[in-house]
């Protein structure tokens, strides 16, 4: 189940103003197209996890409505599989996209044809969603910066594990540089790469660091990502890396936090990026759909997590 504070954020910040316009005696068919990445790593199965969740609920609540979730591989399918949603006679769709400027065409066509259209986490480049629904980017960099500081008193060597080329990469990596050079003057980047939010990717470029830095004192890692931090942390542990002293993920994924609840000597801290952020683009939807006044934008902030906070953020029963 979703935990209760998390909805009731939602709800009030979705809504503005508050009555269903449409008639008791009139039943409406309200169909939802819910079109999302594939599980290609544990954030992205979160998202799946949290949709599948909250379709069961809201079309329990509401017997005039029906949700159809789609899973994409890459642009391309998801391309394919907007247009099938579309067939099907969506009235409403909610995209997380896997790159937004492949998907502005198909989303302009939706748009033409009367399709209410929520857009989750990458915003398109022209911007002609009704809602937006998006996570802190800036303020995810800007937290794991803080984190980072605090963990080491302000002074240490540090390596950046990047996440993929993308605008929200961009902004993550620019609040995070820029906050520790405004506050942390004494934290140093050795080195900051792509390590596409992968176990296995950021297994080998920590192996990659360790190797390139030996003579070299590594204090600090932000993988930037959960998933990246456990790859990070088993090449840590496989070279008996004990010099560093805190590797900070991203997310906020069960496995991790679990961790930090436990005390893990290198894992103290992570920062947010829920994965219920898809229950907010669907909620938006269903409200936007029955008459109600919905926000233009609603922003999901990233928050640290430490062990005297972790089990507000502990989620057992999802995968992610």
């Not at 939802?32 to 609920?57: L, M, R």
């Not at 984190?147 to 950046?160: Q, S």
């Amino acid at each position: 189940m979703l935990k209760k504070t998390f909805l009731l954020f939602c709800a009030a910040a979705l809504f503005l103003t508050g009555c269903d316009k449409t008639s008791q005696k009139q039943k409406t068919k309200y169909k939802i197209g819910v079109s999302i990445p594939a599980a290609t790593h544990g954030w992205s199965a979160g998202v799946i996890w949290h949709a599948e969740q909250v379709k069961a609920k809201l079309q329990k609540e509401n017997p005039d409505a029906e949700i159809l979730i789609a899973t994409s591989t890459d642009a391309a399918d998801q391309v394919n599989r907007i247009e099938n949603l579309m067939i099907r006679g969506v009235n409403a769709l909610v995209i997380m996209a896997q790159e937004p400027d492949p998907l502005q065409a198909i989303c302009a066509k939706a748009k033409k044809k009367g399709t209410y259209l929520v857009i989750v986490s990458n915003p398109l480049k022209e911007r002609i969603e009704d809602v937006f629904v998006n996570g802190d980017n800036t303020g995810f960099g800007v937290a794991a910066a803080h984190a980072m500081g605090k963990e080491l008193n302000g002074k240490g060597n540090i390596v950046v594990m990047e996440g993929y080329s993308s605008p929200i990469n961009t902004d993550r990596i620019t609040a995070f540089r820029s906050t520790l050079q405004k506050h942390y003057p004494g934290i140093k980047i050795l080195d900051s790469r792509l390590a596409y939010y992968s176990s296995e990717k950021a297994l080998a470029l920590m192996e990659n660091y360790l190797q390139k830095f030996k003579g070299t004192r590594i204090d600090g890692v932000w993988a930037g990502d959960d998933d990246a931090l456990i790859g990070a942390l088993k090449a840590c542990t496989e070279q008996k890396a004990t010099q560093i002293k805190t590797i900070i993920g991203g997310g906020g994924s069960s496995k991790v936090v679990k961790m930090i609840m436990d005390g893990h000597k290198q894992v103290r801290t992570t920062v947010t990026y829920p994965p219920q952020i898809i229950v907010s683009g669907i909620e938006a939807a269903l409200a936007g759909l029955q008459g109600k006044t919905v926000k233009k934008e609603l922003t999901v902030p990233s928050e640290i997590v430490t062990k005297e906070n972790a089990a507000r953020y502990y989620f057992p029963e999802s995968n992610y």
